[in-house]
């Protein structure tokens, strides 16, 4: 019973960190129709900060790690992505592809091929006994965290008024756009949002890991992704709970099966998208290629 | 009802441009193409500061061409396209909007998904930075919906839900909230039963009474000639006929306007 309540919280908190970075890919997808390869890269930037800053100051490194991943977003869209604003859905997601590449290329350069170590708020990494039940800190702290942000956000985008902007702007652009809402600003808006939660999910997994190389952000973003299309990323609560669903499977996959065939259990997740597309088959691209944006 | 700013008619002002005052909205030679496509071939009219100008026409004329071109959400090419003496040719849409400018465009487009309050709210973006306070806004929010009582008691239900109809006046509502001085309407009485129509046309001449001008495309040809200044004829592109009040009990002319002269 007590292994259970433990498999299940944390396979809850996996289910969040991908809830997490779904919701950052969601909330550009839905302005830009963009589904952003590179926002890994983002995360990656952000686990950097923390990893070289935490062993100076771990308050500046939480604050550095916010800044950079706003910094970096804000810089993806003002550098490639508003150039592109008016191609088509594909043109987007194979720039971010591109650009995903390209920085993976330029942490190399700069950091090296090998990961950096350092342990970062190790104090998370104990358990706690929470009634008789010894639960990792770490999960509940990630649990807290993204209900946290989803709160935040679904606050932002119903209760502010350019958070309306941000769901008119993803209902559709163009009438947006007549109404006086501001492309670039809405954009710029989402893009900061998106790296900030980047910077959120970089701190749970540098956290976890104590490790950051330059392919770090790869692995979370493919599954934030795959969670995302499994919910439709045209409907960011479905995104959120795609994110959810996938981390939660990997997790549970992790503690129960065979120790012989864990090493597959992405192949099961995988299993799992195809399923989904066959019987649901509202892919990626069947809503809103092509649109006007600029 | 609010008091939109107006034209000032100082006595210099009414001297300098003698019996023709300063247009609100200028339109000279005015042409857009879609690729080698010309929907739009060369358009001259005017709308004055409160006054109501009709364009009717067939389908496939280039009407709604001619008011996204105005609106900034299609590139127009233009000899002179001004709105109140300032330039529109290569400005975004939302710079427009923010000016005063308000499109309805063809087929409403409200947010389904959000409540009919998020939907006027929306509205009041393009209000923004006006320096009209708090209360202009309570006074023009008061005023919309006592045009438009059905919207009132929908307030907080998802726009989607509302009759095409409803929805039609939730846009147009939504449009008034920016406070315009000019309202750009695209056929708003498309696919409305008869009483719905008598809504949207007596919301129109509300409009206008209150000091707002108006330009309104529009299929009901009748309706739109009797209750514009003037309405233009609009045919492959181009102006074919102008017809005035006195026009809207001439059938004849006005099926003679719809099949070409
Ligand atoms: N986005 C577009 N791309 C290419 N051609 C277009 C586009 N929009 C309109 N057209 C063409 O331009 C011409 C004018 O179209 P427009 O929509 O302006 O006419 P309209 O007078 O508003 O017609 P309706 O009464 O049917 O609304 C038509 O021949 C139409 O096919
Ligand atoms: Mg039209």
């Given at each position: 019973?007590?292994?259970?309540?433990?498999?299940?919280?944390?396979?809850?908190?996996?289910?969040?960190?991908?809830?997490?970075?779904?919701?950052?890919?969601?909330?550009?997808?839905?302005?830009?129709?963009?589904?952003?390869?590179?926002?890994?890269?983002?995360?990656?930037?952000?686990?950097?900060?923390?990893?070289?800053?935490?062993?100076?100051?771990?308050?500046?490194?939480?604050?550095?790690?916010?800044?950079?991943?706003?910094?970096?977003?804000?810089?993806?869209?003002?550098?490639?992505?508003?150039?592109?604003?008016?191609?088509?859905?594909?043109?987007?997601?194979?720039?971010?592809?591109?650009?995903?590449?390209?920085?993976?290329?330029?942490?190399?350069?700069?950091?090296?091929?090998?990961?950096?170590?350092?342990?970062?708020?190790?104090?998370?990494?104990?358990?706690?006994?929470?009634?008789?039940?010894?639960?990792?800190?770490?999960?509940?702290?990630?649990?807290?965290?993204?209900?946290?942000?989803?709160?935040?956000?679904?606050?932002?985008?119903?209760?502010?008024?350019?958070?309306?902007?941000?769901?008119?702007?993803?209902?559709?652009?163009?009438?947006?756009?007549?109404?006086?809402?501001?492309?670039?600003?809405?954009?710029?808006?989402?893009?900061?949002?998106?790296g900030f939660i980047a910077a959120a999910v970089a701190f749970v997994l540098t956290v976890q890991s104590g490790t950051v190389g330059p392919s770090f952000g790869v692995q979370p973003t493919l599954f934030g992704l795959i969670g995302a299309v499994i919910g439709g990323l045209r409907n960011l609560r479905g995104a959120v709970v795609g994110g959810f669903v996938v981390g939660v499977a990997l997790s549970l996959l992790t503690s129960w099966l065979p120790p012989e065939i864990n090493p597959f259990r992405t192949a099961f997740v995988y299993l799992l998208v195809i399923a989904v597309l066959v019987l649901r088959p509202n892919g990626l691209f069947s809503a809103g290629a092509g649109k006007v944006r600029t | 009802m609010p008091e939109y700013p107006t034209m000032p008619e100082s006595p210099e002002n009414a001297a300098t441009s003698s019996a023709r005052p300063e247009p609100i909205l200028d339109v000279q030679n005015l042409t857009v193409a879609y690729g080698g496509v010309t929907a739009v071939a060369g358009v001259t009219f005017h709308v004055g500061p409160g006054e109501l100008v009709g364009i009717i026409g067939p389908n496939g004329a280039g009407k709604s061409s001619t008011l996204l071109a105005l609106a900034g959400a299609v590139r127009g090419k233009a000899d002179r396209l001004t709105f109140e003496g300032t330039s529109l040719l290569g400005r975004k849409p939302e710079q427009i909007a923010r000016s005063g400018f308000a499109l309805v465009p063809e087929g409403h487009h409200i947010f389904g998904a959000l409540s009919v309050s998020d939907n006027l709210r929306l509205g009041e973006v393009a209000r923004h930075g006006k320096g009209r306070g708090k209360e202009g806004l309570a006074a023009t929010r008061e005023w919309v919906l006592e045009l438009f009582p059905i919207l009132r008691e929908f307030l907080g239900r998802p726009a989607g839900l509302l009759s095409g109809g409803q929805q039609q006046q939730l846009a147009i509502a939504r449009a008034l909230l920016?406070?315009?001085?000019?309202?750009?309407?695209?056929?708003?009485?498309?696919?409305?039963?008869?009483?719905?129509?008598?809504?949207?046309?007596?919301?129109?001449?509300?409009?206008?009474?209150?000091?707002?001008?108006?330009?309104?495309?529009?299929?009901?040809?009748?309706?739109?000639?009797?209750?514009?200044?003037?309405?233009?004829?609009?045919?492959?592109?181009?102006?074919?006929?102008?017809?005035?009040?006195?026009?809207a009990t001439d059938a004849e002319l006005l099926a003679k306007a719809y099949l070409g002269s």
């Open positions: 019973m007590t292994s259970f309540l433990q498999a299940l919280i944390d396979a809850t908190s996996a289910g969040a960190v991908y809830a997490l970075a779904a919701l950052g890919i969601g909330l550009v997808f839905g302005v830009l129709r963009l589904a952003n390869f590179a926002y890994g890269e983002i995360i990656t930037a952000s686990a950097y900060t923390l990893i070289i800053v935490w062993p100076i100051n771990p308050v500046l490194a939480v604050l550095g790690a916010a800044v950079v991943g706003v910094a970096v977003a804000l810089l993806m869209n003002y550098a490639v992505f508003s150039w592109l604003r008016s191609q088509s859905a594909a043109t987007l997601l194979i720039a971010s592809f591109g650009l995903s590449i390209l920085l993976q290329r330029i942490y190399e350069g700069i950091f090296g091929a090998n990961v950096l170590s350092a342990s970062v708020a190790s104090g998370l990494s104990t358990s706690v006994n929470l009634g008789g039940v010894r639960l990792n800190l770490l999960s509940v702290v990630t649990i807290v965290l993204a209900a946290v942000l989803l709160v935040g956000v679904q606050l932002f985008l119903t209760r502010t008024s350019i958070g309306l902007q941000v769901q008119a702007a993803s209902a559709d652009f163009r009438i947006a756009r007549l109404l006086g809402v501001r492309s670039g600003l809405v954009i710029a808006v989402t893009f900061a949002i998106s | 920016s406070e315009p001085r000019l309202l750009v309407l695209d056929e708003p009485s498309l696919g409305l039963s008869p009483t719905a129509i008598d809504t949207v046309f007596e919301a129109i001449a509300a409009v206008q009474r209150a000091g707002t001008a108006v330009l309104l495309v529009e299929q009901r040809a009748q309706q739109t000639v009797a209750a514009a200044a003037r309405t233009h004829v609009l045919g492959e592109g181009r102006i074919t006929m102008t017809l005035g009040p006195a026009d």
